[in-house]
Structures are given as structure tokens and as C-alpha cells.
């Protein structure tokens, strides 16, 4: 991963972790906790790619891991979060622009739901059974409902950071595929638009320097 995916996807994991943990976690709600760091995790995957996506999870799983209160095995969350990051990163949409909201709607669904199964399936090989106790059907909608609500609100945003962090003005005024495509047609159309305002401002030019010399023409005719 490039330097400038590693210091964004690092600096809005640790925020993601800091929130949920001290304010998410805290709320009491029933059943499930929020799961920000899963959709900063999706967000991150769905503009870099599953390579990107897979490397981003696992690192911030095992964050999750390492961090206190955490009460399971290290590398648990950080498996779930690898391959939950791996699959959003194949659902990465074309040219990197979201045509609708239906498709990361239905990825963090997706994500809720699997990495919720993925969970309580590693716990159950360990030999945690906490998902079976509290109630795993009830885990599962707990999850899908605060993750759904809490995407339109954390997804977008951070797709849009992670895509600014991809912008590349060398490569966008070279014609790079490296660079943001939007701002690389902006620039380009911007560059027709100054030439064919020039080309523009020639014709009328010429035009009106024919049309003098028609009255002049036409002055001496009448004389």
C-alpha cells in the first residue's frame, strides 16, 4: 500500500476505534454494538480494491484485538475484518464513482450479517459460545439494523476522503491512469474550453474585419 492509503486508512481507524469503544459501546444498546470500524473498513475497501480492503481489515481487527476491553482471542476480529475487507473490496465500483446508494447499502448488510457469522463461527472453534447465549438471530439484526442506519452517515464520507487521498495531480495533468478520472476530464475539458473559446474569438475576428471591408466595398460601389 502507498504511504498516503496508509497514514488515511491509520488515522481513521484509531478514530473509529476511539468512538465506538467510548461512545458506541457505552450506549446500551440491545443487542448488537454499532460497528464503526466495520464501515470504516467497507468504505476504505470499496475504493481500494480487495488487495487494499483484506490489508486495511486485517489491521484493523487486529487493532481491535490488542485494544482494551477486548475479551477474545487475538486475531479473532482481525480474520473477520480481512476477509470482510477482501469481499467489499470486489464490490469496488467502476472508475471509483458510486452511481447509487443501493450498492453500498446492500455491502454493509452483507458485511453485518457475515462478519456477525464469522464471529460467533471462529468463537465456536475456540470455544466461545457467547453468540449462542445472547442470541445469535437477534445478534444478526441488532447488527444489520445499527450498521444500516449508521452508513449513510459514515460511508460516504469516508469513500470521498480516501478518494481525495488518491488524487495525483502529476498523473491527472500527464494523463496518468494513476489519477482521480473526474478531475483528470475536468482538466482536460477545461483545456478544450480555453482553445475553442480562442478559436472562437479568432472566427469573430476574422468575421468582422469581412464585414468592414464589405461596407467599404459596397461605399465605393454606391460613390
Not at 475576428?205 to 464585414?211: E, F, H, I, L, N
Request: glycine fraction near 16%.
Amino acid at each position: 500500500m502507498r504511504l498516503n492509503r496508509i497514514l488515511l486508512s491509520a488515522s481513521l481507524i484509531v478514530v473509529a476505534l476511539v468512538v465506538q469503544v467510548s461512545v458506541l459501546a457505552r450506549l446500551q444498546l440491545p443487542g448488537a454494538v454499532p460497528d464503526l470500524l466495520l464501515l470504516t473498513v467497507l468504505a476504505l475497501a470499496m475504493v481500494y480494491g480487495p488487495t487494499g480492503g483484506s490489508l486495511v481489515g486485517f489491521g484493523a481487527g487486529l487493532l481491535a484485538d490488542l485494544a482494551p476491553p477486548a475479551d477474545h482471542a487475538v486475531g479473532r476480529y482481525a480474520l473477520v475484518l480481512c476477509v470482510m475487507g477482501y469481499l467489499a473490496g470486489l464490490a469496488k465500483p467502476e472508475g471509483g464513482k458510486l452511481r447509487s446508494a443501493t450498492g453500498p447499502l446492500v455491502v454493509v448488510v452483507g458485511a453485518a450479517i457475515g462478519s456477525t457469522l464469522l464471529y460467533a463461527g471462529v468463537g465456536a472453534l475456540v470455544g466461545d459460545t457467547a453468540a449462542r447465549d445472547v442470541g445469535l438471530g437477534g445478534l444478526l439484526f441488532t447488527a444489520s439494523l445499527y450498521d444500516l442506519l449508521l452508513a449513510p452517515f459514515t460511508v460516504p464520507w469516508i469513500m470521498a476522503l480516501a478518494r481525495r487521498g488518491e488524487h495525483d495531480p502529476v498523473a491527472d495533468a500527464s494523463g496518468g491512469s494513476g489519477g482521480d478520472v473526474a478531475a483528470g476530464w475536468l482538466t482536460s475539458g477545461g483545456a478544450k474550453g480555453l482553445a475553442i473559446g480562442r478559436q472562437r474569438g479568432l472566427r469573430a475576428r476574422a468575421m468582422k474585419s469581412r464585414v468592414a471591408r464589405a461596407g467599404r466595398i459596397k461605399g465605393v460601389k454606391r460613390l
